[in-house]
C-alpha cells in the first residue's frame, strides 16, 4: 500500500507515519523560565546530530492551543536546556511529565523527580536519570505545519558538559545498556526499551572511520570522574 500524507488516504484506522520511523529516543528537557519556573517534558523527536562538537536537537510541536512550547520558549530566552535520558524505570515519571500543565507549573514536582544541580547552566537535571547533558542553545529552525499542532520547532544545543552515573559504566568502561534501559517511543500510544544488544564492526582498516562510529574525538583526554 502507499497513501499521501497531505491526504492521509491510507485507510487505516490509525495513522502509522510515527510507526514508520522508530524506535525513537526520548529527550526529557529540563529548562528553566526567567523567572524561575522549572519545565520538564519529553521529546520523541530527539536525536544527536554530530559528536566532535556534540550537538543534540529536539522537535516540539505546538500545543493545543496552538502555541508554542515552555521548554521552546525558555530555551531560546534562557540559551540553555538539560537533556536527561528516559529509562523504563522512569517511564511513569516521564509519562506525568507529558501533560500540558500552566507555564507556571513545576514539572519536576508534578514528574515527582528530585532537581540535580547543574554545573555550568541553570536549569536543573533529573537526579534519578542515568545521564544528563547540558546543553548551550545555538539555534532553532521553525517548520509551518497544518492544524493547530502541526508547526515545530526544532531546538539544537551544543552539548557542554556531560554526566553519567558511575553504575551505568560497565567494567570494561561502556555503558550498561542493558542495566539503563533507555526508553524509546513507537508509533500510537506505544513504548519500547532496550533489551538486547549485538555488536557489527565495519569491515576494514580505517580506524578514523571507526572512531567516528564508535562517537569518540580523537586524542580525547580522560573523563573527570566523580
Given at each position: 500500500m502507499y497513501y499521501d500524507p497531505d491526504r492521509n488516504d491510507h485507510g487505516l484506522p490509525h495513522n502509522p507515519f510515527k510507526s514508520?520511523?522508530?524506535?525513537?529516543?526520548?529527550?526529557?528537557?529540563?529548562?528553566v523560565s526567567p523567572e524561575g519556573v522549572h519545565n520538564l517534558a519529553p521529546y520523541s523527536q530527539f536525536q544527536n546530530l554530530t559528536f566532535d562538537p556534540p550537538y543534540v536537537m529536539f522537535a516540539a510541536n505546538q500545543n493545543t492551543r496552538g502555541m508554542r512550547?515552555?521548554?521552546?520558549?525558555?530555551?531560546?530566552?534562557?540559551?540553555?536546556?538539560?537533556?536527561?535520558?528516559a529509562t523504563y524505570d522512569l517511564r511513569e515519571a516521564i509519562n506525568r511529565s507529558a501533560a500540558e500543565v500552566p507555564p507556571?507549573?513545576?514539572?519536576?514536582?508534578?514528574?515527582g523527580v528530585t532537581k540535580a544541580p547543574s554545573i555550568i547552566v541553570k536549569p536543573c537535571r533529573v537526579a534519578e536519570s542515568p545521564v544528563q547533558f547540558e546543553c548551550r542553545y545555538y539555534q532553532t529552525i521553525r517548520l509551518p505545519g497544518k492544524g493547530l499542532m502541526g508547526?515545530?520547532?526544532?531546538?539544537?544545543?551544543?552539548?557542554?558538559?556531560?554526566?553519567i552515573k558511575d553504575d551505568a559504566i560497565n567494567q570494561d568502561g561502556r555503558l550498561d545498556i542493558l542495566k539503563i534501559r533507555p526508553l524509546a517511543r513507537l508509533g500510537y500510544y506505544d513504548y519500547t526499551t532496550v533489551e538486547s544488544i549485538f555488536e557489527m564492526v565495519i569491515p576494514g582498516e580505517n580506524e578514523s572511520?571507526?572512531?567516528?562510529?564508535?562517537?569518540?574525538a580523537e586524542n580525547a583526554p580522560a573523563a573527570h570522574k566523580k
Open positions: 514508520c520511523v522508530v524506535p525513537r529516543p526520548i529527550g526529557w528537557i529540563s529548562t512550547k515552555d521548554s521552546v520558549i525558555n530555551a531560546e530566552k534562557t540559551s540553555e536546556f538539560v537533556y536527561n535520558m507556571e507549573a513545576d514539572e519536576f514536582e508534578l514528574a508547526t515545530v520547532d526544532i531546538i539544537i544545543g551544543r552539548v557542554i558538559l556531560v554526566h572511520l571507526l572512531i567516528g562510529l564508535e562517537g569518540a
